[in-house]
């Protein structure tokens, strides 16, 4: 099963981003993606074939999906295989988001929530528009697809400040993930050295974020 509650799934990575985070764990997707073959889209869907039966849907993930043209037609390509998708994005390209609701081609979408939006910038190596990622969780909270909103809680970026920003954001969603760092993978070298949160800190976090939405669960400890 990959990180698609309750069900076992195939995962696909895009290439490409629009943002650039020192903690990425994907760093070659991210700054290097022609550097990754392309898997021929029969082959994919010949593998997908072949554990029909098996797996009950398939996760896209990246770098940022939302930003290939190609991914309404290969959802589409999926649904026709009556195959779930969850969808694993940045929340930067509401018009995407919306689009593929509309065309019911998602059936789980989680969202990172990475820090507070007035500390986005921090997360590029330009502007972040944070206004398009607010757009996305009002649109993702009347969605009657299930919908959880992640964050990962690295104590440099999110701490009780953040947390508060953040959940006034998502008051009133029905699901947010708070997860452990861990910063082996990390794309910027420093950050592979910063602290984590213990176990005790990481669950008081969650009880502030429960002040917030529906549900809080802690994921990676």
Avoid at 28 to 50: C, H, T
Avoid at 131 to 153: G, M, P, S, Y
Avoid at 163 to 172: A, F, K, S
Wanted: proline fraction near 6%.
């Amino acid at each position: 099963m990959l990180d698609f509650p309750g069900r076992v799934a195939s995962l696909v990575f895009t290439g490409s981003c629009n943002l650039t985070c020192p903690f990425c764990h994907n760093p070659g997707l991210v700054l290097d993606p022609d550097s990754y073959p392309d898997y021929p889209l029969d082959e994919l869907l010949a593998d997908l074939k072949k554990r029909e039966g098996f797996i009950d849907g398939v996760v896209i993930s990246g770098g940022e999906p939302t930003i290939d043209t190609g991914l309404p037609a290969f959802l589409s390509l999926l649904k026709e295989r009556n195959l779930q998708v969850k969808l694993d994005s940045n929340g930067l390209a509401p018009k995407v988001i919306s689009s593929l609701l509309e065309q019911h081609l998602v059936d789980y979408l989680a969202i990172d929530m990475k820090t507070s939006l007035s500390r986005y910038n921090e997360l590029h190596t330009m502007p972040v528009a944070t206004e398009a990622l607010r757009e996305t969780v009002e649109i993702l909270k009347q969605a009657t697809v299930e919908v959880e909103f992640r964050t990962t809680c690295i104590p440099y970026l999110v701490a009780k400040a953040e947390i508060d920003e953040i959940g006034e954001l998502l008051r009133g969603a029905p699901l947010w993930v708070l997860q452990q760092y861990v910063p082996l993978h990390a794309m910027a070298e420093e950050w592979q050295n910063f602290d984590i949160y213990q176990p005790q800190q990481l669950y008081l976090l969650a009880e502030q974020a429960g002040k917030y939405v529906d549900q809080v669960q802690v994921r990676g400890i």
